[in-house]
T-cell receptor, first 111, second 115 residues
Framework: LAKTTQPISMDSYEGQEVNITCSHN???????ITWYQQFPSQGPRFIIQ???TKVTNEVASLFIPADRKSSTLSLPRVSLSDTAVYYC????????????FGTGTRLTVIP | GAVVSQHPSRVICKSGTSVKIECRSL??????MFWYRQFPKQSLMLMAT?????????EQGVEKDKFLINHASLTLSTLTVTSAHPEDSSFYIC???????????FGQGTRLTVV
């Protein structure tokens, strides 16, 4: 199983770009990288998923280097409502029960 | 986006009783669903993986006779907490993986309180 390592917490001011990096040194060939956002007392919300290079959607970008041993979630111009815990997951191959959560990164956006 | 509905969102039950939690994928089929529990200020802990039409796979330390999982259709999985005790009080969350993809979506969670 690919273990993930993320910073425990981060602080950022409103309007800044936030980059959260996740290390996954033993990622498998078939593994995808997925990021989720969780607010207190709610289920995680899917943010973005990628396999390699760069993926961008309406809320975030995901940067994955060629060796795929890490990934960076980029949140442009954060607002107070982006204060949440962000989880990086590696795996999810079809037919595998490897959807395990790491510790996550608690992002606090400061006004 | 894909929607996963979990019901109930909150339940209080007496010790010794059983509680059933439903997890439905509303607009997609999900052969595989996951069940988690989460304690305050902690990450999600995978309890079991269920596949439609077959027995669930439980993680180490999770009692399969206490946490009964049924995944009888491609859109519905249920978790039954049997003979609940106060230490079973927790936040339970389900997830459903969209068939043919690596994307999984989560329900809103169920806050279980056993008194």
């Amino acid at each position: 199983l690919a273990k993930t390592t993320q910073p425990i917490s981060m602080d950022s001011y409103e309007g800044q770009e936030v980059n959260i990096t996740c290390s996954h040194n033993n990622i498998a060939t078939n593994d995808y990288i997925t990021w989720y956002q969780q607010f207190p007392s709610q289920g995680p919300r899917f943010i973005i998923q990628g396999y390699k290079t760069k993926v961008t959607n309406e809320v975030a970008s995901l940067f994955i280097p060629a060796d795929r041993k890490s990934s960076t979630l980029s949140l442009p111009r954060v607002s107070l409502s982006d204060t949440a815990v962000y989880y990086c997951l590696v795996g999810g191959s079809i037919g595998a029960n490897n959807l395990f959560f790491g510790t996550g990164t608690r992002l606090t956006v400061i006004p | 986006g894909a929607v996963v509905s979990q019901h109930p969102s909150r339940v209080i039950c007496k010790s010794g009783t059983s509680v059933k939690i439903e997890c439905r994928s509303l607009d997609f089929q999900a052969t595989t669903m996951f069940w988690y529990r989460q304690f305050p200020k902690q990450s999600l802990m995978l309890m079991a993986t269920s596949n439609e039409g077959s027995k669930a796979t439980y993680e180490q330390g999770v009692e399969k006779d206490k946490f009964l999982i049924n995944h009888a259709s491609l859109t519905l999985s249920t978790l039954t907490v049997t003979s609940a005790h106060p230490e079973d009080s927790s936040f339970y969350i389900c997830s459903a993986r969209v068939d043919g993809t690596q994307k999984a979506f989560f329900g809103q969670g169920t806050r279980l309180t056993v008194v």
